[in-house]
C-alpha cells in the first residue's frame, strides 16, 4: 500500500515539475525530480521494505550522475572551454 503511494506522489511531483518548467528547460526538469525523489525517500525510509528502497537509491545514483554532469557542462561553460 505504501509502495502505490509512493508512486502517485512522485506521479504528482513529476507533473508538477513539467508543468512548472513547461518542457523548456530539461537540466532543471532533471534536477527537480531528483530533488522529489530525494525527500521522497528520506521521508519514507522507516516505511517502506529494503526491495523498495534499493530501486529507489537505483533512481538517486542516476540523478546524481545526471546532476554531476550538469555541474560538469555548466562549469566548462562558464569557464568558457566548450
Avoid: H, P
Avoid at 36 to 64: C, H, P, Q
Amino acid at each position: 500500500m505504501i509502495n502505490q503511494k509512493i508512486i502517485v506522489a512522485l506521479g504528482l511531483w513529476t507533473s508538477l515539475c513539467l508543468i512548472l518548467v513547461g518542457g523548456q528547460n530539461l537540466e532543471l526538469f532533471g534536477i527537480l525530480l531528483l530533488i522529489g525523489i530525494l525527500i521522497s525517500r528520506e521521508l519514507t525510509s522507516t516505511y517502506t521494505d529494503l526491495n523498495t528502497a534499493d530501486k529507489m537509491d537505483t533512481f538517486i545514483y542516476i540523478g546524481i550522475i545526471f546532476f554531476v554532469a550538469v555541474v560538469s557542462r555548466r562549469i566548462l561553460d562558464i569557464l568558457e572551454i566548450i
